[in-house]
């Protein structure tokens, strides 16, 4: 422990800490994958209720617009008058006499019964249907806190395999550490090999000229690049001009 803690800024970052309330990195990146994978169902449920509600729109349209009634009316009479009193005349109005008819129609219809007949959802139904949707995404931003738990049943179920992890990361860690100081020392002495820049000249001699503007041309870490503070310790070349943090230095 006191040679690795406190951690520094990258190592800190690759880290869950379990008591943290908020979403750290590590955990960000498999939320954000799991939320992507709730897109292709997102489209597909918006795709399903815009295509309803386009074929609720079009049956009815054609409900409104496509009713016809019909409306048919007949009358028909026929009389048939012979005269006169002779045998032939009585024997025509007795046959011909069956003829006479009289009958009214009148019939009414409509294309009602062949119309569709569309009943929409409604904002509660359509609401229903998007709320699994929503219940999973939730899940896949509150995952993060009970996957936290994991390391500690591990633990409590296999404590020797729990020490052997502890052992193999306090090595590791020490093994990034070391490669990691060479890096920087590397990079730090290529940025100093680059001639500065205007920008970079011109704060410098704003703050060798008035030392009080120093509070607003702050410089930040050349390692990790946090602000300076009063507990930065300047390189003690005067050309070079970097300011480290504490935990850099």
């Known amino acids: 422990k006191r040679t690795l803690l406190p951690l520094l800024r990258e190592e800190a970052s690759s880290f869950i800490f379990p008591c943290h309330p908020a979403v750290q990195r590590p955990e960000l990146q498999y ?3 799991e939320l992507l994978r709730c897109i292709p169902l ?16 079009i049956l009815s349209i054609i409900q409104h617009h496509s009713f016809v009634q019909y409306s048919y009316q007949t009358s028909h ?8 009193t002779s045998l032939m005349a009585q024997l025509l109005r007795g046959t011909i006499g069956a003829l006479n008819t009289s009958f009214d129609t009148q019939v009414e219809t409509s294309t009602l019964a062949c119309l569709p ?14 709320l699994p949707v929503g ?3 939730l899940l896949c931003l509150a995952q993060v806190y009970p996957f936290r738990l994991r390391r500690a049943i591990a633990a409590f179920c296999f404590p020797k395999r729990e020490k052997a992890r502890v052992l193999f990361l306090y090595n590791k860690l020490l093994r990034q550490r070391k490669n990691l100081l060479g890096l920087q020392r590397g990079r730090i002495a290529r940025q100093a090999r680059q ?9 410098r001699w704003c703050r060798r000229r008035w030392p009080w503007l120093r ?7 050349a390692l990790c690049g946090t602000p300076e503070t009063p507990r930065h310790q300047p390189c003690p070349n005067p050309d070079c001009g970097a300011a480290y943090c504490e935990p850099c230095w």
């Open 42 to 57: 997102l489209l597909f449920l918006l795709f399903v209720c815009g295509l309803d509600h386009f074929i609720f729109s």
């Open 195 to 203: 001639p500065p820049g205007l920008g970079t000249r011109l704060v």
């Open 215 to 221: 509070r607003c041309l702050r410089r930040s870490c």
């Open 31 to 33: 939320m954000v994958m």
């Open 135 to 137: 219940a999973l995404a």
């Open 77 to 84: 009479h026929l009389t048939v008058n012979v005269m006169g």
């Open 117 to 130: 007949q569309p009943s929409g959802m409604t904002r509660q139904q359509y609401l229903n249907t998007c």
